[in-house]
């Protein structure tokens, strides 16, 4: 019996369209919350939790992350992720990274085995290959760029992990393959702590959207600070995030867990993929689209 009601919720980024169909990805986060569920009842930490559940995000090749991942404007494919343990605030994360399958465990070993929270370009990639983490040897054919219905590549995209576990500990991690047709060396908010991801004793974060204004209301950032400052809910302080981000010019969506269990999933695009381990044992997973 575990001391703590277990919680997580998972992203697969924020936009959807009409005329596509998200029956695949939703079946596959329904089928990811499952496997939470049975790891966090199983004692297991929210930390490892979250890297696996991204880890199996990245490597599905659904989103617009790992394998689902867009090329930048030189035809390369630079990958950022990123990962929080709240009870520590330990982090780790990696940016511009080329040639492996998993940014999330080479975020995770930024955290573990440098004293750095972030290594960018040719140092992630040297720490993931001394690291023996998985390398993509062939991209052209290895990565399969998530597309819309008239063939062309997703513009966004992100994916990303929130958990609570039986010990009460929280922790956050997101992955992406960034925007499509990118500037060569361009980073979003998901590898940066405090933008795009963060836990703490309190909360844990996942953003997912248009990353520049991510960075620019430090967003997960903001919802962590009111819920500490303001006592706010995590769906009061993640909506307030939210309006900053589209106060700005930008939309996209925020997942969180609160320490209590509580979660939030709000979002100002066009909709959001997502699933949902409640406190209460349930599952749920769907597309979340505006009315």
Request: charged share 20%; glycine share 12%.
């Amino acid at each position: 019996m575990t001391s703590t009601p277990v919680a997580m919720v998972l992203h697969g980024g924020a936009g959807v369209l009409a005329k596509k169909s998200y029956e695949r990805e939703v079946t596959h986060m329904r089928g990811l919350a499952a496997r939470g569920k049975a790891m966090l009842n199983d004692g297991r930490s929210a930390l490892d939790v979250v890297e696996t559940i991204v880890y199996e995000l990245e490597v599905s090749g659904l989103y617009v992350a790992g394998k689902g991942s867009s090329p930048n404007t030189d035809n390369r494919y630079e990958l950022d992720a990123a990962i929080m343990d709240g009870e520590t605030r330990n982090a780790g994360a990696v940016a511009a990274m080329e040639g492996f399958v998993s940014p999330v465990m080479a975020a995770r070993k930024v955290m573990e085995s440098t004293p750095h929270v972030m290594l960018a370009g040719w140092g992630a990639n040297r720490l993931a290959e001394r690291e023996g983490l998985e390398r993509v040897e062939e991209p052209e054919s290895y990565y399969v760029p998530a597309a819309v219905p008239d063939g062309r590549a997703y513009a966004t995209g992100t994916v990303g992990c929130v958990a609570l576990d039986a010990q009460g500990r929280l922790a956050a991690a997101t992955s992406t393959g960034g925007t499509l047709k990118k500037t060569p060396g361009r980073v979003g908010d998901c590898p940066l702590i405090g933008a795009g991801t963060w836990a703490d004793q309190d909360i844990a974060v996942s953003c997912t959207g248009q990353g520049e204004f991510f960075i620019r209301s430090l967003a997960a950032g903001t919802v962590a600070a009111r819920i500490r400052y303001l006592h706010e809910s995590p769906e009061e302080a993640a909506q307030w995030a939210l309006k900053d981000v589209k106060r700005l010019g930008g939309d996209g969506g925020i997942i969180a867990v609160g320490r209590d269990g509580r979660i939030a999933t709000p979002y100002n695009s066009e909709g959001m993929k997502c699933a949902v381990l409640h406190a209460d044992g349930r599952i749920t997973a769907g597309v979340q689209e505006l009315s």
